[in-house]
Nanobody, 117 residues
Framework: QVQVVESGGGLVQPGGSLRLSCAASGSIFSIYFMGWYRQAPGKQRELVAG???????NYADSVKGRFTISRDNAKNTVYLQMNSLKPEDTAVYSCNAKTLSKLEGYWGQGTQVTVSS
């Protein structure tokens, strides 16, 4: 079992920055991939950024050059640094941790990010 807890969402003006955190606990040794997903009203959930246990990262085209995913192994935490935020980045952002025994992964409760002036 793995538990993930997100934090760091909020309201920010266009062009601003936010950093999201995803803290994992439990059987963290079994995690091979952690990703940040988002879902805007009326839209499907999409993968924003992911990082493997080996440190490889991938990003959605819409956030490349603006968002950075990173991790602190000592804190069992993955971060999503979001810069140059746009109104279209507004969504509920959720963290997912995948293990071989649960390929759909473990989800956190999500955190709201609102980009508005």
């Amino acid at each position: 079992q793995v538990q993930v807890v997100e934090s760091g969402g909020g309201l920010v003006q266009p062009g601003g920055s936010l950093r999201l955190s995803c803290a994992a606990s439990g059987s963290i040794f079994s995690i091979y991939f952690m990703g940040w997903y988002r879902q805007a009203p009326g839209k499907q959930r999409e993968l924003v950024a992911g990082i493997t246990s080996g440190g490889n990262t991938n990003y959605a085209d819409s956030v490349k050059g603006r968002f950075t995913i990173s991790r602190d192994n000592a804190k069992n935490t993955v971060y999503l640094q979001m810069n140059s935020l746009k109104p279209e980045d507004t969504a509920v952002y959720s963290c997912n941790a995948k293990t071989l025994s649960k390929l759909e992964g473990y989800w956190g409760q999500g955190t709201q990010v609102t980009v508005s002036s």
